[in-house]
């Protein structure tokens, strides 16, 4: 059988050239919700530039507390058409909202996910489930086991939800709420050098007041969790180095890994990543080069 070298050359070139443009291009962002979630999205801007993902831009709707959650922005008589405004442009790629307990029912997101259809049928939609707040009211093993408990369960049966209403819809988890579970588990095990107490100062402590707003090091570890969960990044190789003793890059890679993965809609279409990508391409290359070596 006849191989055409220059075929698998040529395909092998295409496939390096897509993985490549796949980790430098960034989406046109929209990102809505409160205090524990906004400080992530800002902190996108960032990570993008500094892993090279060219393109990134967005915008954030800020609305502290419960008032941040979807429902709540829809109602809003400012701040929606504010929301709204910016998706009328028709050009927003990956639009990403939060939770909040007031608002348990799927009607907000219904709301956005429309709205942001008919406006632009090829948005992606990221659904960021925060820790839990009030941190110092449960001990950390119930701490940790109510996150397990709320993401594996009622959140992701939230986005399955939405994902047979919206099949062909590319829809994400961003499980950077169990950014503040670890930690704390390291602390309690007197395994977190970087922090002196729970709660107290953004520069030693997990939380900063008793609401459990971030302190550094959870701003820090979150901001990986989302660069990972949205663009893919491979924290082991990532060229940054946080500022602390803790390997934070590891917990956070460790965190998406374990998760079940990125598409968790049922309608979600399997797609090769860019690791996948290269490593073919290359395959190919070397399939070429050896083919000519033989000739």
């Known amino acids: 059988m006849k191989v055409n070298i220059q075929w698998i050359v040529i395909t092998a ?4 050239t897509s993985a490549t443009s796949q980790a430098q291009t960034g989406y ?3 990102f809505i919700g409160h205090s524990f979630f906004k400080l992530f999205a800002d902190g996108m801007m960032f990570h993008t530039a500094q892993a090279g993902i060219t393109g990134h831009t967005q915008d954030v709707i800020f609305s502290g507390g419960c008032t941040g959650a979807p429902q709540a922005l829809w109602e809003n008589e400012i701040k ?4 709204k405004a910016i998706l009328d442009n028709g050009d927003v790629e990956f639009f990403g909202m939060t939770y909040c307990d007031e608002y348990p029912t799927i009607e907000g997101y219904i709301n956005w996910f429309n709205y942001a259809l008919s406006k632009n049928p090829n948005t992606r939609f990221a659904l960021a489930l925060p820790w839990e ?14 996150y397990h408990n709320s993401h594996d369960n009622a959140w992701h049966d939230l986005i399955d939800t ?15 709420g169990r950014s503040a579970v670890e930690l704390r588990l390291l602390f309690d095990a007197d395994n977190l050098p970087d922090v002196d107490v729970l709660t107290g100062t953004a520069s030693n402590a997990i939380y900063v007041d008793n609401k459990g707003h971030a302190g ?33 890059k590891a917990i956070a890679q460790m965190i998406m890994d374990e998760h079940d993965g990125e598409l968790v809609s049922s309608a979600s279409v399997p797609i090769m990543g860019n690791f996948g990508l290269l490593t073919l391409g290359f395959s190919m290359l070397g399939l070429g080069a050896a083919r000519i070596r033989k000739k």
């Not at 070139?13 to 390096?16: A, V």
């Not at 939405?162 to 950077?176: D, R």
């Open 13 to 16: 070139l295409i496939l390096l």
């Open 28 to 30: 046109k962002s929209l």
């Open 80 to 83: 929606g058409p504010q929301i």
């Open 216 to 248: 550094n090091i959870l701003k820090e570890l979150g901001k990986l969790v989302w660069l990972n969960a949205i663009y893919g990044v491979d924290l082991s190789t990532y060229a940054y180095e946080p500022a602390y003793t803790t390997d934070l």
């Open 162 to 176: 939405l994902g047979s209403l919206y099949p062909g819809v590319e829809i994400i988890c961003i499980p950077y």
């Open 133 to 146: 707040d009030y941190p110092a009211a449960k001990s950390t093993s119930e701490y940790a086991s109510h």
